[in-house]
């Protein structure tokens, strides 16, 4: 990011080109289809740039997924179990592209997290992805904690909400199936996990 | 499995040389220095049936977790808040141990999620892994379940309790910190978890 600020201005196309690209190999190959060569080539840009910005394949593809989850918007209607609904459906999609890119049609269905734990693990590999990674999660942590805040503030929530404990209960229950159980996510799942911890667990009678 | 039933009886001392060489790996030196050869070394095993056995080091990590995660027991004392902490620090100590694997002494607050985030990509990459990592899992959801349905009948949780949604938000919870926020994972964690999904997020005094 400083390099950009100290030399010229990077180009905002060439970004756009390549981001592009990557994105379509992504999806359409996977994340052992994909190579930081065939990205040059398709967003017509000079290897050297490319991997002056972007020095792995692992890089292109977080940078990918940073775009896809910073595009996805958090809605207030004032009601937080439809709004938390909506907001895990969204995460749930975006983790159901991640985990059928790049698989033939007819293995939609397959349990294997795919391309999700192999970006994962990209993330893992390197200080500089997982510093990334982890800011965009932060800011999504952060709005799904000011939509839980506002919820409470009108009463809708407890006052002594853990809303971390309670984000990560939700967004983690989704990660959990995708990444560790092979268990499908989606719009009826959102909802039963909403539902779930909306409520607690507790007997409503208290103790025996 | 059935390979050994057809020949002759397994080596169960083999198997057990090979999985103590291949636990020493992976904790002193991570993912990235795990190699088959220098486990069938230190294994004093020949090359040619650690390969036919375990065709991958992927396939090998995987073996090492699976029998770490089956001796994880729960216990049930008959007060489920205590026991789901138990079981949650139990599972959150697992993945803190694989987090840290190879890492040197001071790095061992790093928030990269190490070596869980290639063992989740191992199993993502092999389709046999991929079905012996979702069994262990099933396993361990299962164990789980009893533990809160006798809770359950025993009137300490409520009757119409969504059991697989509660135990993804719980042990959900714990993999989405180490896999993806970084943030970190243990007993303190494991009882905030606990209460924010037995008391439930809605405000006790109903809808405003």
Known sequence: ????RRG????ADVDERVLRATTDLLLTRGYAGLSVDEVAERAQ???TTLYRRWPTKDHLALAVVTRLQDD??????????????DYLEKIAAGLNRMRAAGRPAGQQDDPSAGTVAELVAAAARHDDIGRLERAMYARRNALARRLLERARDRGELRPDLDLEALFDQLAGALYYRVLITGDPVGRA????LVASALAGALSREGPP
């Open 8 to 11: 010229r201005p990077r180009d």
């Open 45 to 47: 840009v000079a290897k």
């Open 72 to 85: 996805d918007e958090i809605t207030d209607t004032g009601d937080i179990r439809r709004d938390l609904a």
């Open 1 to 4: 990011m400083s390099e950009s």
């Open 189 to 192: 799942y959102a909802e039963r």
